[in-house]
């Protein structure tokens, strides 16, 4: 294998590491490890709740997840040479599971999670169907996942990163600041909230500590969303094999990662919605000196898909407009119109016998493709969600015969205030 | 062929023709013709703007589009035995260009048209950044299609119906027509604007006349929107060998469609973004009595695509956030995150040679995939658009050699008021 | 379409249309139609029997198939300016049944047939097991093929020509009829024969007559093998979007072509394995003037497939090694691999409740991969063949619970001498 | 990881490890490891030469490789409850390098070769044009080999084991020994032998010792060549996420394996032509009871592949018939077509830049299709092998400005007796 230039000890919490990652994005955040261009190594990857999850049949856990730890990232790791206007490549050679640990209490060692956080606590895609916190367990045999909590299903994970991107630049991590803020201030008391401001609480800041880390922390962005640096993007297609360039902000780019998901649908739609786990990650870093600028890459990871994504080749899809449940026409909403074209699905599979939290947290964790099919034709978006059939062991396209009915099992472990 | 149930002359106009379609949705359009559940046929499909646009090097013919005229369906098509809960199946064998003709003045014989519609008429995806008229016109070789617009790109049709439904009930009807309204009344000098209201001025109606007429063109509905009935969805992925469901609302099920597109890309995000033409489809028609409950698709076509789309295994893609050009953060806004990653594709692709315009037509009328990658990220979206590598006969992936110049030739026709 | 240089009536047999084809390979068969480098244009292709075998429910008409009237091929083309040395470029834009026909007694008028023939009339690829005649029709809807003769699969054609080729010189043709004279006469009176001589009886040679008509079909190759012209490649993978680069061996190269398959496994090992069919074919040409020396291709078309092929991502595969079924072990023999793969196959499909016979049949014509695995492990070759699960309307893959019975029907239709 | 019940040291010879395998096939070899169905677990499998071959510029190893001594497998595994007459079902849920070594000097340490065997010490596909031996030494980074033998090219692996199989019953190895006795006698003396006989010499037997070692040693089945069980098939297809059903001739089956590959090319045509490598394979097993009758699988594997190999989607492709170099008709030979299909190829690479013996040692490796496309139009057969064009830095298809020129860097080591 690679170097290993970023290790994690299972049986320990990420501020007990030998290398503390972090879990906020700053500029003055210290590389922890420094590499050269043309490099290749490995880093391991804490499960994003840091342990917090367990395989078990309660979604307690899922309720009260603590969501001002996250994301648990590794890094930053330094480029030599590398400058603000540069395009960092990182080739994502390989992406799994810890390594050589296949049962154990952390999510990774031959198992991952999919939650359904409660409205209360984070919320997700579909919130006000489904206000309360729901969880399925995964087992992984090989490439393949299955579930107690989802039954009758199995298919290929799609694995991937679900966050990576560069530490900004003071300047940039203004701008977020800025206007985040400026967005949290329309509805400061909504939940779930419309934004996640700076919050000391919780952070994690690598090496930092002291007034430095004081000043750090109160500045520093939240990881949760995807920015101009990258980030939380959750593009299922970052396989392993793909080529990401990321604009660099800072001297050394500071790259960071972490947040790996076994599989995930387009959308992650139930915020939890991966299959969750820690694991290594393996990459191969170069610069291209001055590429923002010449090939007008300022902001945004661009990126080369790799080529052994799971194929399957008949799929099941459904369709959603941007008019809400409630009859209300919006104008051009693909957000809404995925979600329609979601809970169509839903309730689609309802009818084979899962209930409605189990064909979500279905969707928001297989290999479903999630496509803005018409963006145009005023007043309705058109979104559509693509379900492949293989990953069923029953007969799942609509027939004259009806639906057959599965046994669904003892359903997904449920949790509420 | 199958037998030709709904035959067009090139040389006529859409109202001069032996059966006359429509281009409004309405329950008491009359069908055209009646075919029986199990029945395969053929019908001619006539090019959106009933041959407006022209294979020229002139923009105007897009500027004064007549939207009001739009679009020129095949149909209604009635089910015997349909009624209202049925689930319509249709498989659509084949559909491509105008039959036997590949020369004349009619998009379909052997061309078709991508527009970039003007912002005071249509408008588009993009209509800020390009409020102004162009055109791009593409020449057909066998699946394939360039344009002397867009020079260097060669690229496989996904050929499909951008339009194909089932008639509304009066009460779905007038379901329509008051939700729009009331969008439309939030902002009714909107340009463009947000929703376009029922217009006898250009109706088309089958064969109604007088007061029926009269009656029928200002209650029923514009086909621009896709809605419950399927409609105007633009899914790329509607190619030959696909099999689609639909709700039957009226006895007959009244099934029209048109709009036939050479190829698209996710969202047609010009507009008028798809190879536009008019040409033949095969459809091949059956029930499943009540399965609008026995499925729970009660609204919005739901489908299994055909497995003959164009492959391609090498993509470059873009990413975008749900932040404005001016810097504004908005809540997990997907159409902004698309526009952005869409931009961003345009700005990567001017490096090359081309015109912004000649990018943007690019997107629309390729076969690129349009996702929504995460929505739950709060307070971003983040929407990816990925473009296969190998419709350009040029080397388009970044390198440390910085990009090859290619010769835009003449540029994309423009027009403005 | 493009121009229609080479047409035919389905009505009239292959020597009574307006232009007449030919059945053999000869230099000085003229050309029916001259093209220009660049050129696009349509011909329609008889089917390769000239309509000798039926849509019925006897095997009669394969057991006494005409062998010495094939292949009905349309051609010779002649490109202006194509000069011995020079590589023509062949783009197959399109390929299908025959345009505006869906019914009709014409093979390619919606239906097709595979035939296995008799030992004593041409044999096939498992001859010794399948030494009698049987027949299955294929009905077509679309892109798909069903038949009553083969129940319970369906799946989408991957239409090809099975033939196409250039003129060989008088040297090439001399150089053919030694060899292979060569090689029957080892062996005159094998049953099946070793290969086949030149063959008067039968002979169309296009606008040929008298002794100049007499000494060519004295002199002119059959059709059935692949040579270093092209020829009869059968290769399931030139469907439409393919580009194919033939050697050039006469002024004018003189490419003709027929014997379109509506499908065909790898190795069509029925002999009349494919789904044959009349219909037409859309060709665009060009020449690399000097070609066949630059690239190194003096023999044998090169070719880059198209981009369309039928997808299917599950397949059940079938291996065989090169021992006989009397148990002798031969060397190296992919041959014998392949049988004993595809007879692995049949046997495993008969659990299933079909026939051998069907079993053979549905190998023969639907999209099988056949593939060389092993070819140094000495003595045995290791060959294999795929079969996609999807065409069948049960499953096929073995499970505990064995193999469920299908009801196999009318059977395929048999006849012996 | 699965439990690890078969573990090798990378630094210790095949002999000297704690558990030792075996190289011959024999049905009283001693179990190594018993496993009960439904179990999961993982083994190790040493390089097929026992680390013979070297990271180096020489291909002297290769000239002088010890074909005694093959193939180092890893087993037996007794499977508890296995009787004759059963399936083994075998899901190789993951394959690979040797992990968490990526450099060293044992092939899988990052590292692996391709060889061409001397016609003198084993021989290969084209052992008559290519009689010396030669050598190229390939990197892994992640899923992508590259070769400083063989510039200009990069794809991704297909990993899979090249041999697996079961124990021969007592009759079936007789069997064997008889018929590739019967063959060997017809020209003991050819060079490279038509087959191997029982060799003591080189022989390892698990844990047997002693007067059983000799018997045995005397009798047992060289591993060279696929059989009616499995074995050294060569398929590149048995990647990870492939479920095999393996016959089972003896009680607990005694599964073995080896001989792991990075990539191959169909045919692996340089005999050694894979990329060789040292690896794991986690590896989960079942029983059909009484399913070799039940499903008529007597004999030699079948199988589902996985759905996760690399995609390609152009390809280069050439034709070959069976007509010798030298001019003789052959009947049917597709062993000679695949032959000169890939002669072809070479010859088209080599005017690209390439030396005969890289474009060669290329097609052993790389993932390229050989397919079986006619087999039954007398007397030649059409074979084809496609080449996949992304795996190549540079423009690979042929075109009017003729072939850019690569330079070939130090080229493949080159040894002869």
Redesign the interface.
């Known amino acids: 294998?690679?170097e290993l230039l970023f290790s994690l000890d299972s049986s320990k919490p990420f501020t007990a590491q030998q290398i503390v990652g972090h879990n906020r994005w700053h500029p003055d955040i210290p590389p922890a490890v420094t590499v050269k261009p043309g490099d290749?190594f490995r880093a391991h990857c804490r499960e994003w709740f840091d342990g917090a999850i367990h395989n078990d049949d309660s979604a307690n856990d899922i309720l009260n997840a603590p969501l001002n730890n996250v994301h648990t990232l590794s890094g930053p790791f330094a480029i030599e040479g590398a400058q603000p206007g540069d395009?960092l490549?990182v080739?994502?050679?390989?992406v799994g599971p810890i390594?050589?640990?296949?049962s154990g209490p952390l999510a990774g060692q031959g198992w991952g999670y999919t939650g359904i956080f409660a409205k209360l606590n984070g919320g997700?895609?579909l919130t006000e169907q489904f206000p309360d916190a729901y969880k399925a367990i995964w087992d992984f045999?090989?490439?393949?996942a299955t579930s107690r909590h989802v039954p009758h299903v199995k298919y290929?994970g799609i694995v991937h990163p679900g966050l990576m991107g560069t530490a900004p630049s003071p300047q940039l991590l203004a701008?977020w600041n800025a206007?985040?803020g400026?967005?949290i201030a329309t509805d400061p008391e909504r939940v779930?909230?419309?934004?996640?401001p700076p919050e000391p609480s919780g952070a994690i800041l690598g090496s930092l500590s002291g007034a430095e880390f004081d000043r750090v922390a109160a500045e520093a962005a939240r990881t949760?969303?995807?920015?101009?640096n990258?980030g939380?993007?959750?593009?299922?297609?970052l396989t392993?094999?793909s080529r990401v360039?990321y604009p660099v902000f800072v001297p050394g780019a500071n790259l960071s990662f972490g947040d790996l998901h076994f599989s995930q649908g387009?959308?992650?739609?139930?915020?939890c919605?991966a299959i969750e786990m820690g694991g290594f990650i393996?990459l191969?870093v170069d610069l291209?000196?001055g590429?923002m600028e010449?090939?007008?890459?300022t902001?945004?990871?661009?990126?080369?898909?790799?080529?052994?994504?799971?194929?399957?080749?008949?799929?099941?899809?459904?369709?959603?407009?941007s008019?809400t449940l409630d009859?209300?026409?919006?104008?051009?909403?693909?957000?809404l119109a995925?979600q329609?074209?979601c809970l169509?699905a839903i309730?689609?599979l309802?009818?084979f016998g899962y209930s409605p939290e189990q064909a979500y947290l279905l969707l928001g964790s297989a290999p479903i493709?999630?496509?803005?099919?018409?963006?145009?034709?005023?007043?309705?978006?058109?979104?559509?969600v693509?379900i492949p059939?293989?990953i069923f062991d029953f007969p799942v396209?609509?027939?004259?015969d009806?639906?057959v009915r599965i046994d669904p099992g003892i359903g997904a472990p449920h949790a509420s205030f």
Request: net charge negative; proline share 9%.
């Open positions: 294998m690679p290749t395009l490549i080739d994502i050679l390989d390594p050589q640990e296949d997700g895609f045999a090989g490439q393949s290929t701008t206007r985040e400026a967005l779930p909230p419309l934004a996640l949760a969303p995807p920015r101009e990258g939380n993007q959750d593009i299922k297609n392993k094999g360039f387009d959308g992650e739609i139930t915020f919605g393996d191969h291209i000196k590429g010449t090939y007008g890459v902001e945004n990871a661009i990126f080369m898909p790799g080529n052994t994504d799971p194929q399957y080749s008949e799929w099941i899809a459904f369709s959603g407009t008019v009859g209300e026409q919006r104008y051009l909403d693909s957000d995925y329609r074209a169509h309730e689609y309802t009818k493709e999630g496509r803005l099919s018409g963006v145009v034709d005023i007043p309705n978006s058109c979104a559509t693509y059939t293989a396209a609509p027939s004259k009806g639906p």
